[in-house]
């Protein structure tokens, strides 16, 4: 399947029925799997053999989900779990232990913030938040010899800055740390961080991969660049005692970060993807390709509507040929038009604000991004309430910001539907 284009993928990877079998991917509602007999059922708990032991670990509904996120991002595996919040704690727990610390970008979405700067610290787990627009030599500063990884996302959610690939990648290189991307608002269809120097890569499926705001769920990609028999990370290498002694690297090779993540991480915390979320994600990957330039048309049309607008003061959209990260579009996404997301302040103050929100009729307020409705959000108020001012200006957020998310209705109605609710921002 990884030979074919990514549309052909987001139709029809992972579940490849053999003769006989349902042509759509089905649902695997069990908990349970039948055995031959007890010597299978060892083997399969000493991690000698591969299949499916309780669904908390596996089921061929997710299975085909992770099969298809895998092709589409060009890993080697991937665990799905039970939200985009679980696929960032697995990447960096799989990883880190008491002790040990990570640097991330600052610009990076307000719970996977609140995630890092609080219960990873809680588990003894520090992290260096860094500017990621600041010089190498500045960011080299934040490394110690207890950090394990470097942490940014494609696009920054809501800041909307896109990720400086080739210096992250000069950096995690330098440090010998592994680089993890989540890739959540650009998608495997707008960006393959694998292919520009990350190692792992999260996903938030709850936003463009399911696409139609039904589900929860979230989905950790392996790479298998990373060397993790370095000597950084003996929970690689070391016997593991709770699975008859396996170690890792030398069992699964490429594949051992995502083989451990789903033999103690889903075992131990049990954030698991349930099968109905993976048939929806499933089905929501089939329409990616198409849903994908249709967000970014919409959002490069509302961008440069609203730039043109007197009562705009300010519009960030990275695809806009006047934007300081379109360079950063150009060079990493597979396509000119950006992602469907994007901010813009009103002019006036925050009543102002409040009535433009209150007048949309086809753009509804709600908690949510990639949707195919069109959604706007005041990340200061909600997302992001719980920063301290001095957080919120470093993850990119101004107490006038809009976030919109562009859906995949006709531009005209969205353009006409904003330009209505500014004439009645002022009354
Ligand atoms: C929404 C989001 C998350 C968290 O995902 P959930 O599925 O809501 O838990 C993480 N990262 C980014 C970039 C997101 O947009």
Same mark, same amino acid.
């Given at each position: 399947m990884s030979n074919f284009g990514k549309g052909t993928i987001c139709v029809q990877g992972g579940w490849t029925p053999k003769p006989g079998e349902p042509r759509v991917l089905p649902i695997f509602q069990s908990t349970t799997y039948k055995y031959e007999d007890i010597e299978q059922v060892e083997r399969l708990f000493a991690l000698e053999e591969v299949g499916f032991k309780y669904?908390? @670990?596996?089921?061929?509904?997710?299975?085909? &989900?992770?099969?298809? $996120? @895998?092709?589409?991002?060009?890993?080697?595996?991937?665990?799905a779990l039970a939200s985009g919040q679980a696929a960032n704690l697995l990447a960096i727990t799989n990883l880190c232990n008491g002790g040990d610390h990570i640097v991330s970008a600052s610009t990076i979405y307000g719970g996977t913030y609140t995630l890092f700067a609080t219960k990873l610290r809680k588990l003894g787990i520090d992290v260096t938040f860094v500017?990621?627009?600041?010089?190498?030599?500045?960011?080299? +500063?934040? &490394?110690?010899?207890?950090? +394990?990884?470097l942490f940014g996302e494609t696009i920054g959610n809501p800041g909307l800055n896109v990720l400086d690939?080739?210096?992250?990648?000069?950096?995690?290189?330098?440090?010998?740390?592994? &680089? $993890?991307?989540?890739? @959540?608002?650009?998608?495997?269809?707008?960006? @393959?961080?694998?292919?520009?120097?990350a190692d792992i890569v999260t996903h938030s499926a709850t936003k463009y991969i399911d696409g139609h705001a039904t589900s929860l769920g979230g989905v950790v990609v392996d790479g298998g660049s990373y060397d993790w028999a370095n000597g950084k990370f003996p929970e690689f290498t070391e016997p593991d005692p709770t699975y008859a002694g396996v170690r890792y690297v030398q069992a699964f090779e490429r594949a051992a970060f995502v083989a451990k993540a789903r033999a103690q991480f889903l075992r131990d915390f049990g954030a698991c993807l349930s099968p109905f979320n993976a048939f929806m994600f499933n089905l929501g990957l089939e329409t990616l390709h198409l849903r994908m330039p249709q967000h970014g048309r919409n959002a490069l049309a509302l961008a440069r509507f609203?730039?043109?607008?007197?009562?705009?003061?300010?519009?960030?959209?990275?695809?806009?040929?006047s934007s300081p990260q379109y360079a950063r579009v150009r060079n990493y996404f597979s396509k000119p038009e950006g992602s469907g997301i994007l901010t813009f302040g009103l002019q006036?103050?925050?009543?102002?604000?409040?009535?433009?929100? +209150?007048?949309?009729?086809?753009?509804?307020?709600?908690?949510?991004?990639?949707?195919?409705?069109?959604?706007?959000?005041?990340?200061?108020s909600s997302t992001h309430a719980q920063l301290t001012p001095e957080q919120q200006r470093s993850a990119g957020i101004t107490p006038d910001m809009i976030r919109v998310s562009t859906g995949i209705e006709d531009a005209e109605d969205i353009l006409e539907d904003f330009d209505q609710a500014l004439r009645h921002a002022d009354a």
């Open positions: 669904t908390r @670990t596996g089921n061929p509904t997710v299975a085909a &989900f992770e099969q298809k $996120i @895998t092709a589409l991002e060009g890993g080697v595996g991937a665990v500017d990621p627009e600041a010089p190498e030599e500045v960011l080299q +500063k934040a &490394f110690r010899p207890s950090t +394990k990884a690939f080739a210096k992250f990648k000069s950096l995690a290189r330098r440090f010998d740390v592994p &680089f $993890i991307v989540d890739n @959540t608002l650009a998608t495997p269809y707008l960006c @393959t961080p694998l292919q520009l120097g609203l730039s043109k607008h007197p009562k705009v003061s300010w519009v960030v959209y990275p695809g806009l040929e006036g103050d925050l009543q102002a604000t409040r009535r433009f929100v +209150k007048s949309l009729r086809v753009a509804a307020l709600v908690v949510h991004v990639g949707d195919a409705r069109t959604c706007v959000l005041h990340p200061a």
